[in-house]
C-alpha cells in the first residue's frame, strides 16, 4: 500500500487528521473560520500563555535584562546556556522537593530521553497501559525490557512485578499522575509501596498536573518519594519546555548521556526566563488562576454526578467517549456550529472504539458556559 493509499484508508475510517487553521487565540477563545469559539481542545489550563497584561508586563520586565534573546543557538553543552538556566533548575528542584532538575525542549523528548538512557540490557520497565506516546516510545527505545500493566491496576502490577523483577537489574516503574485522555489519577502512594517492595525506582509523568493540581506548582510526584519526576511547561504554566527532577546522580548521568539534551539546540533564554518569571514574581498569580481552575473543576464534576453522567474523570480533562469515529467527528462538527471548539480525539491516540469529545476546563471558563456545553452534549449524543 502506498502513501496515498494509506490516506484514504484514513479518511474511510474517520481518523484522517488536518492542521485547524486558527487565526487567532484571544483569552479563552479561538477564532476559527471567521468564528469566536470557547476553546475546550487546550492544555493552557490557566489561560497564562493567552494573557495580554501578563506578557506585557513580562516583556517590559525582560526587555533590560540579558536574557532578552530569541535563540540559544546551541546545545547546552557547548554555548547555548547562562544563568538563568540554572536558576530556574534550582527552582524547580526546590519546589518538587529533589536534589536536581534538568531542562528539555518538549516533554516528549525528556519521557524519551530519561526513559531511554536510564533503562539498557537487563532492565524491565512496567508502564502503566494508558501511559502517553512519548513513554510508549522511550520504552521502545531503550535496550530494556518491557511489560505493560492494565490501567491503575495495581494488583496486576505486583503481579508482574513478582513474576519478572528478580529476573533483571534495574526496575522502573512509569505511570501518568493525571492521565491526558482520561483525566483520572493514578495511585502514587500505592506506587510508591511497590516500588520499595520490589527494590525499583518509579518515575511519574505530571504534564497534565504540573501547577494545575497542587498548591506550590509541584504537582502529585513532588509531594510523595518518587524517585523520577518529569513535566512540562507547555501546559499549565503557559511556557515552553519540560523538565525531569531526581537525585544529583541520576541528574548528572542524563546530562553525560540523555541524546535528546545533549544534541538539540537548547530553548531560547528568553523562553527560559519567562518561565523562571511566572514561577517567582507571578507565582501568586499563577496560583490564585489554579485555584480559579480548582472551583471551576468541582462545580463541573458535581454537575455531571447530579445529571447522571458518569465519567472515569477526576480532573480538568473530561472524556465523553462515544466509541464510534464517525460520529465523534460530527458530534464535534455540530458543537462548533453551537460555538464550541472541540476537536474529535481517534485511535491511535486512544485505543479503538473509544473515540471521544476531550473537554479541557481552562481556569477563565465560566461554569454557566460549561453547563450550557454539557447539556449540548447530551442533546447531540
Not at 24 to 39: A, F, M, P, S, T
Not at 242 to 265: C, D, E, G, Q
Not at 294 to 315: F, G, M, N, P
Request: glycine letters at 4%; aromatic letters at 10%.
Amino acid at each position: 500500500m502506498n502513501y496515498d493509499e494509506e490516506l484514504e484508508e484514513l479518511k474511510k475510517s474517520h481518523t484522517y487528521r488536518k492542521i485547524p487553521e486558527i487565526t487567532e487565540k484571544d483569552g479563552k477563545y479561538v477564532i476559527c473560520d471567521n468564528q469566536r469559539l470557547l476553546n475546550l481542545s487546550s492544555n493552557d489550563y490557566l489561560n497564562l500563555s493567552t494573557n495580554e497584561e501578563l506578557a506585557k508586563e513580562f516583556m517590559e520586565y525582560a526587555s533590560d535584562s540579558p536574557q532578552f534573546q530569541f535563540s540559544s543557538a546551541s546545545a547546552r553543552l557547548l554555548s547555548g546556556t547562562s544563568v538563568v538556566y540554572r536558576d530556574l533548575e534550582q527552582i524547580l528542584a526546590k519546589q518538587m522537593h529533589k536534589d536536581n532538575a534538568l531542562i528539555f525542549n518538549t516533554g516528549y523528548q525528556c519521557n524519551l530521553g530519561v526513559i531511554s538512557t536510564l533503562m539498557g540490557k537487563g532492565d524491565i520497565i512496567f508502564s502503566d497501559k494508558l501511559n502517553h506516546a512519548s513513554i510508549i516510545d522511550g520504552m521502545k527505545l531503550a535496550e530494556a525490557d518491557f511489560r505493560r500493566y492494565k490501567h491503575l491496576d495495581y494488583n496486576h502490577l505486583e503481579e508482574l512485578l513478582k513474576k519478572y523483577r528478580g529476573k533483571y537489574n534495574k526496575a522502573l516503574i512509569i505511570s501518568e499522575s493525571v492521565f491526558s485522555m482520561d483525566g483520572d489519577i493514578a495511585d502514587i502512594q500505592k506506587l510508591v509501596e511497590l516500588k520499595n517492595k520490589y527494590d525499583a525506582l518509579l518515575m511519574i509523568d505530571d504534564a497534565h498536573a504540573f501547577c494545575s493540581v497542587d498548591n506550590n506548582c509541584a504537582g502529585f510526584g513532588g509531594e510523595y518519594d518518587v524517585d523520577i519526576v518529569t513535566a512540562t511547561f507547555g501546559k499549565a504554566l503557559g511556557s515552553f519546555g519540560a523538565f525531569v527532577a531526581s537525585n544529583k546522580t541520576i541528574i548528572n548521568f542524563l546530562i553525560n548521556k540523555a541524546r535528546p539534551f545533549i544534541f538539540s539546540t537548547s530553548i531560547p533564554p528568553i523562553n527560559i526566563a519567562w518561565t523562571k518569571w511566572l514561577l517567582t514574581a507571578k507565582k501568586d498569580f499563577v496560583l490564585k488562576q489554579k485555584h480559579k481552575l480548582e472551583r471551576l473543576v468541582v462545580a463541573t464534576h458535581k454537575y455531571l454526578k447530579s445529571a447522571d453522567i458518569e465519567t472515569v474523570s477526576k480532573s480538568q480533562i473530561i472524556p465523553v467517549i462515544i466509541g464510534d469515529d464517525g460520529k465523534t467527528v460530527k458530534v464535534a462538527e455540530q458543537l462548533r456550529g453551537l460555538g464550541y471548539f472541540i476537536l474529535p480525539i481517534r485511535p491511535p491516540t486512544v485505543p479503538p472504539n473509544t473515540s471521544r469529545l476531550r473537554l479541557s476546563l481552562t481556569a477563565d471558563m465560566e461554569f454557566e458556559s460549561v453547563k450550557t456545553l454539557i447539556d449540548c452534549i447530551r442533546n447531540e449524543i
